[in-house]
């Protein structure tokens, strides 16, 4: 507990005792020393509030509080020392009741701190001992056994490891880690004990980095607090002037003390703290710290959000788009080769495609011989097949470029996609498309930000202008700044500053200097002590963008509460004043009364703590989230088979073109029909109770049954094929309707992404 808290629990401690001795003096009928006790209870608080004021004073600050040390002293000085004890305890009790009002505030911000681990295991020479995490260095292998927190970063030298990483980025479920993957300090082993290899000293490493913004998140004053004292002062020409014309009115002194006691400006001292220090805890709750006040009351004046684009809007590497096949080939079996191979190199494409692979369940084969071209691709023995994966210019070179080879490199360009081609024995049977794209929260995090009151969104990026257009249109965002450095993006900042608040949301060491700049500067996904943290006001531990707009909502709750208890409380006071004006209200009275909405106040200020109502009144499990996407996982395998055959119809021959529309119509009745009952039959009806409004199902409905009237009718082409022609037009039919399908169905389930990660992240 700092000296000051201390320092203002003793002085409520005296003002307690000197009062109760007092009023016990004076039922022994000794008014005398009642006297003396209840003046002794006063003066320490007036010598304290006395050092207090001019102490700001000499800072340049003047608040609202002089009118309590012109109160206590009128009423020692007009020989009424109840009433200025009465006041000494409102006053000091009311700053301890902030100090616990913050407390309880902080409590989540300091559970962060209190996990910080002090010490580590050390393997020496076979043997384990026990050091202090500031003497590990980088190089030294730790020991971290069951249910330990990691102490510094580093990375898995065990088989495996499974962590919960809770604590650094809000998500529950635990992770697996196998060997070589890094690990971050603070995550909490939720394994068995393994083994870990020092990358980072505990100063530099994650969990000291979340420390030090923790504590600036504790220490920080926010612009509103001095804002609120500025209204406040208000109050003192104000409450002098009403003590006058109570003076006047009835050429009585204690009626203007009474007026000057009920006036003390405790709720207005008291209000805006607590708010927004509430507030900052309740972010800090959902894996976002807030480095004080400040920025929080930044953050509730927004008007304009800038993002950056790559690892900020999307997913900032490489993923699969598309796979592209030649005529007779099958997606399954492309991927299934290209990410065989592409195990062998360490690659970010490699590993990217090999990532797909493994999500879409497919059992990857050990590559033999392989040969890696850099910049160029691989070659390799998979099963005793030649297999190559590679550039345009490695695999098609010297060869005719086939039409579907044309059309996949087409499309690679309309969606400013690479593009890896894979050969068996030479023979190019399809590519692979891949491409930076949108995170699965993305859109949701724009609309967030439009009903919370945002009302210009812009993307400024060093990407190109292609690629920048595309997530913009897509977004529907007010803005692109492409092919923009790190200085321009401080242009941009400062440009857009001048017109109204801003905020700049970026995730890299890029992104720092513009984070600096802005009024607000939100480091998405950061590791504590990175250029961009450090740089930034807040910082979202967790790696999702709906968390930029979930800031602001929690920010704009806080203001409103400040403000509301502000008001309040200036409204209560000078109705007391009114009161005690009229004679209604004696000084001692008056000071009780004051007393009650200081309480009033406190509890106002702390409901920031929690979320507003509105809300749904539930959440989806996180374990029937990750079953509804892996369940979409494997509808796209199919939706990739249908592209494939979509392409494979346009030269296919009438025979052909029979058999893989009726494989079409066979995936869309048992996969794609099936998912989508089973959704409107068993998954919408468990949303409905978690969506705030479950009006917005309807629309969600609404593509059911277009995906279902579709299949119908591809249903009908497949029944017609052994009775009709197969004709240029029937195939071209079918072609559309096989499509349509696998368009809809891609959006409608990225769609449906959106509201799980929406209801599962609460």
């Not at 320490?44 to 509030?49: D, E, K, N, T, Y």
């Not at 007009?78 to 009790?93: D, H, K, W």
Request: hydrophobic share 50%; proline share 3%.
């Amino acid at each position: 507990m700092s000296f000051e808290r201390v320092l203002r629990s003793a002085l409520v401690a005296i003002a307690i005792a000197g009062l109760t001795a007092g009023i016990l003096a004076a039922l022994a009928g000794r008014t005398d020393l009642a006297d003396l006790c209840w003046t002794l209870a006063t003066v320490p608080v007036v010598a304290g509030l006395a050092v207090s004021i001019v102490r700001d004073f000499l800072a340049g600050r003047f608040g609202v509080d002089a009118i309590a040390l012109v109160s206590m002293s009128a009423a020692l000085a007009l020989g009424q020392p109840l009433a200025g004890a009465v006041v000494a305890l409102m006053y000091s009790g009311g700053n301890v009741l902030e100090d616990i009002a913050v407390a309880r505030a902080e409590h989540d911000l300091r559970s962060l701190v209190d996990r910080a681990p002090r010490e580590a295991h050390r393997c020496v020479d076979g043997r384990i001992e026990e050091v202090l995490v500031g003497t590990v260095a980088v190089g030294d292998r730790l020991l971290v056994r069951a249910g330990e927190v990691v102490p510094v970063d580093g990375i898995v030298s065990s088989v495996t490891a499974v962590v919960d990483e809770s604590a650094l980025t809000g998500e529950p479920i635990p992770v697996a880690k196998t060997r070589g993957a890094a690990i971050l300090s603070g995550a909490l082993n939720a394994g068995e004990t393994f083994e870990m290899t020092v990358t980072a000293v505990a100063g530099d490493s994650t969990y000291a980095g979340i420390v030090r913004l923790v504590t600036a998140a504790q220490t920080a004053k926010a612009p509103f607090v001095r804002l609120a004292d500025r209204y406040a002062l208000v109050f003192l020409p104000v409450t002098l002037a009403l003590a006058l014309v109570a003076w006047l009115i009835s050429a009585d002194p204690l009626r203007s003390l009474a007026v000057l006691v009920a006036a003390t400006p405790c709720p207005l001292i008291l209000a805006a703290p607590v708010a927004f220090i509430a507030g900052v805890a309740r972010a800090a709750r959902r894996g976002i710290l807030v480095k004080g006040g400040g920025p929080l009351e930044a953050l509730a004046r927004a008007h304009t959000v800038l993002f950056d684009k790559t690892g900020t809007l999307t997913v900032g590497g490489a993923r699969l788009l598309s796979v592209e096949v030649a005529p007779g080939e099958t997606a399954e079996e492309v991927l299934l080769l290209g990410a065989s191979l592409e195990q062998a190199s360490h690659h970010v494409i490699a590993g990217a495609i090999v990532q797909a692979g493994t999500e879409r369940g497919l059992h990857l084969k050990l590559p033999e011989q392989v040969t890696e071209a850099m910049g160029s691709g691989l070659h390799g023995v998979i099963e005793g097949r030649r297999v190559s994966a590679g550039s345009r210019e490695m695999i098609l070179a010297g060869s005719q470029v086939a039409e579907w080879a044309t059309r996949a490199i087409r499309r690679a360009s309309w969606r400013s996609a690479l593009i890896v081609f894979v050969a068996v024995e030479g023979r190019p049977i399809g590519a692979l498309l891949l491409a930076d794209e949108l995170r699965s929260d993305t859109p949701r995090a724009i609309r967030l930000l439009r009903e919370a009151g945002i009302a210009r969104i812009v993307m400024v990026t060093g990407d190109r202008a292609g690629a920048a257009q595309a997530i913009g249109a897509a977004l529907d965002l007010d803005s692109v700044l492409a092919e923009r450095v790190p200085s321009d993006k401080v242009d941009a900042v400062r440009s857009e500053q001048r017109l109204n608040p801003t905020i700049m949301v970026g995730d890299g060491i890029n992104d720092a200097p513009a984070l600096a700049a802005a009024d607000v500067g939100i480091a998405l996904g950061a590791r504590g002590a990175s250029a961009s943290s450090e740089a930034a006001d807040v910082v979202i531990l967790a790696d999702r963008l709906d968390r930029v707009g979930e800031a602001i909502e929690i920010a704009q709750r806080a203001r409103r509460i400040a403000i509301e208890s502000i008001v309040a409380g200036m409204a209560l006071s000078t109705l007391a004043m009114l009161a005690a004006t009229l004679g209604w209200l004696l000084p001692v009275p008056a000071a009780i009364v004051q007393e009650v909405i200081d309480v009033a106040v406190i509890l106002n200020a702390l409901r920031a703590l929690n979320p507003g109502r509105g809300r749904a009144g539930g959440s989806m499990t996180a374990a029937a989230g990750h079953e509804l996407h892996r369940s979409h996982l494997e509808l796209i395998g199919n939706l990739d088979r249908l592209r494939s055959i979509v392409d494979e119809l346009d030269d296919a021959s009438p025979e052909r073109a029979a058999v893989i529309i009726a494989e079409a119509n066979k995936l869309v009745q048992d996969q794609v029909v099936a998912h989508e009952r089973d959704d409107e039959g068993h998954v919408y009806p468990q949303l409905a109770t978690v969506l705030r409004e479950s009006h917005g199902l309807s629309a969600m409905s609404r593509a059911h049954r277009e995906i279902l009237h579709l299949a119908r009718l591809l249903a009908r082409v497949a029944e017609d094929l052994p009775t009709e022609k197969v004709d240029r037009y029937l195939v071209r039919d079918a072609q559309r309707l096989i499509e349509a399908v696998e368009t809809l169905v891609r959006l409608h389930t990225a769609q449906e992404e959106d509201i799980y990660e929406a209801v599962a992240a609460r």
